[in-house]
Every structure is written in C-alpha cells, then in structure tokens.
C-alpha cells in the first residue's frame, strides 16, 4: 500500500514528487522550536491540531491556533516557531489542484469536518488509491477547503522607514499607550503624515494594526498558558474584561478558547 505520510520530522520537500495532488504530513514540535526559512514547490496548508504557531513571510506575520490554518502559495519563503507543544499537520497541494484556492497567503478557518479530512489524510498511504475511498477523501477535503472564507489574522508589517522601526517597536511593546499623536512627533512626523503612511503600506489605520498586533500577540501567549489577567495587563489593558471584550469582538470567541 506504499509508506504511511505521517512522518516525524520529515522533510516536506523530499516528497513533493509523489505523484499525487495532495501529499499530508504530520510533525510534532517542541515549545519554541523554529522552522527557518523555507519554500515548497506546491500550495501548502499549514494547520495545528494542538497547539499554536507563528508564521512568518517577509511581508507579514501569522498566528495560527486550531480553528485556523495558513495557506501558503508555492515559492513563497516563511518559516514557523511554535509557541508551546504543536502538532503541526501540513498538506501540500499541487498547483494544478488547487486552481479554486487563493494565489495569496491567507489565514482559512478549520470547519470540524476540515480537521477530521486533515487527521485521516496523515494516516493514508503516500501514493493512495486515487479511484478508491481515499481518492474520495482527497477529492473532499479539496471541496471543503475550496468552500471555507478567509479571515484577518496576518499582522503586515512594512519595510519602508519610518514606519518599519515604528511598527517593530509597537510589537515589541505591545503595552505601549502613545497615541498616534505622541508616535508621530517621537519620529518627526505629523500625526496625519503617520496615519497615511499606515493606511498606504498596512491597508489599515493605526489602531486597527495595533490592535491586531495585541490580538496576535495575545493569542501565542495564551497558548502557552499564560493567565488571561496576566495576558490583559502585559497587553496594556486595565482589565481582563477590556481585554476580553476586545478579544471576542474581534474573533467570536473568549481568550479561554484558544488554550493549547
């Protein structure tokens, strides 16, 4: 029947050759560990089954927790750090598959029939029956993924100065309280002058990307089980029901949920 896809440590591009749409890997990760910089030739869905992880691209920042994945493009470098113990599950697709797919990195949520099609596509045989069972599983979890909406939970962080040290040292700081105004004078800006550059370079205004930058940042310190109170006041706020509020405002859900 060929040898299983779930395998420990792994190289993913050792296997980009299986002549198969969709090859699935399973690799468990230790707290902090690093996967540095890297491309595959395929798509790639970047998924946690515990766990939570950062994604990185040269352009802009990721978290993911289980009731979401990444989805990667070919050739685009990223690399992962894992923030407490993750089982990373990852699928990798050939191009000609996933023409209904984006052509850009995006962030899909995972519906409980996606998790299940992942877990059981880690336990098929590499080089599967393509007309049999789990053909029709393959085929399904391409439909599923095909069907799922794309959610805003990428941090763009810009190159051009000023704003690249401006929005490095907001992530660093995340209980930084300047406001806009404050901000822009430290850098010999005009708060207007600030507030476009934002809008021209993140898509977003200044409070919508510090507060996504808090929210991302919340969500991989939750992860490793730091205290919801500890988490609000690190984040700035003055207490865990702003911060939670806040927190379900924007993903639907409280902090608690979000535990490895």
């Known amino acids: ?6 395998i420990k440590g792994g190289r993913a591009n050792d296997f980009m050759a299986v002549p198969r749409p969709v090859v699935a890997l399973a690799r468990d990760l230790a ?32 978290v993911v927790p289980p009731q979401r994945a990444v989805w990667m493009p070919p050739t685009v470098a990223h690399r992962l750090v894992a923030k407490g113990a993750v ?10 598959a996933a023409a209904r797919m984006p052509a850009t990195p995006e962030v899909l949520e995972v519906t409980p029939l996606l998790r299940e099609l992942i877990l059981r596509a880690t336990e098929l045989p590499m080089e599967y029956d393509e007309r049999g069972p789990a053909g029709r599983v393959m085929r399904l979890l391409l439909d599923e993924l095909a069907s799922l909406p794309r959610l805003p939970y990428n941090l763009p962080m810009p190159k051009a100065a000023p704003l690249a040290a401006i929005c490095r040292r907001l992530v660093d700081t995340p209980d930084d309280a ?12 005009s708060a207007r002058t600030l507030a476009r550059h934002f809008r021209r370079h993140t898509r977003m205004s200044f409070a919508e990307w510090r507060r996504r930058a808090r929210l991302l940042r919340a969500l991989g ?29 924007e993903l639907g859900a409280p902090p608690s949920s979000f535990r490895a």
């Open 1 to 6: 029947m060929g040898q299983p896809l779930a």
């Open 31 to 62: 707290p902090s560990h690093e996967i540095d910089w890297h491309s595959h030739p395929r798509f790639q869905l970047v998924y946690a089954a515990r766990g939570v992880m950062t994604v990185d691209t040269r352009d802009s920042t990721w």
């Open 87 to 96: 089982q990373m599950r990852s699928l990798y697709i050939r191009p000609d």
């Open 178 to 189: 300047a406001t806009l105004e404050e901000i822009a004078a430290k850098d010999g800006l």
């Open 221 to 249: 310190w939750i992860a490793e089980g730091r205290p919801i109170l500890e988490v609000a006041l690190e984040l700035g706020y003055d207490s865990p029901s702003a911060f939670s509020a806040m927190f379900r405002r």
